[in-house]
């Protein structure tokens, strides 16, 4: 079975940085891409980032690009999303999603894991 | 950027058939697919490649995209379906993912 399970969320003050991390489990998570996606409280999905399965490719919305940076340790399963220079509007639930091979289709979802940047 | 536009609410009775859409410039030269977000759940992947359907879901649900717009159908319309539903591209022209704005159904 499929799991993806993301941690790292918290309260953080503007300006300020987290790590979030998903680990995954049930396949083989060094052949396929990943994404994070995001959800402000009450609003529509956001497509943050991509990363190809062996991180030769990344791509990043134009809302993080120069602040966030995704990354994977495949040895370890695990996506990574390094947030720097936090602003009120990047506060969301944060979901890491797993692509259709090397397609983004966004087949298998975790749960998410909620960031709240406020002073 | 390119955008995605979808209606922000869709009402059905119960056994009729629900369609919603998603407009974009001269979206059917592009894949689109389509999530189910119930509330406090993750979405759910229901059509991918514009009409394909991953295993589990239900054949009630169909896609077609056309022109300038691209369409989920859902037949035969159940409570259970009741959930917010999003469209989503890759657009080329500029790396990035995109997501419509959402369509919340609701089933009378």
């Known amino acids: 079975e499929v799991q993806l399970v993301e941690s790292g969320g918290g309260l953080v003050q503007p300006g300020g940085s987290l790590r979030l991390s998903c680990a995954a489990s049930g396949f083989t998570f060094s052949s396929y891409s990943m994404n994070w996606v995001r959800q402000a409280p009450g609003k529509g999905l956001e497509w943050v980032s991509y990363i190809s399965s062996s991180s030769s490719t990344i791509y990043y919305a134009d809302s993080v690009k120069g602040r966030f940076t995704i990354s994977r340790d495949n040895a370890k399963n695990s996506l990574y999303l390094q947030m720097n220079s936090l602003r009120a509007e990047d506060t969301a639930v944060y979901y890491c999603?797993?692509?259709?091979?090397?397609?983004?289709?966004?087949?298998?979802w975790g749960q998410g894991t909620l960031v709240t940047v406020s002073s | 950027s390119y955008v995605l536009t979808q209606p922000p609410s869709v009402s059905v009775a119960p056994g009729k058939t629900a369609r919603i859409t998603c407009g974009g410039n001269?979206?059917?030269?592009?894949?689109v697919h389509w999530y189910q977000q119930k509330p406090g759940q993750a979405p759910v992947l229901v059509i991918y490649y514009d009409s394909d359907r991953p295993s589990g879901i239900p054949e009630r649900f169909s896609g077609s995209n056309s022109g300038n717009t691209a369409t989920l159908t859902i037949s035969r319309v159940e409570a259970g379906d009741e959930a917010d539903y999003y469209c989503q591209v890759w657009d080329s022209s500029s790396d990035q993912g995109v997501f419509g704005g959402g369509t919340k159904l609701t089933v009378l």
């Open positions: 001269n979206i059917g030269s592009k894949s």
């Open positions: 999603a797993r692509n259709l091979g090397g397609v983004i289709v966004m087949v298998y």
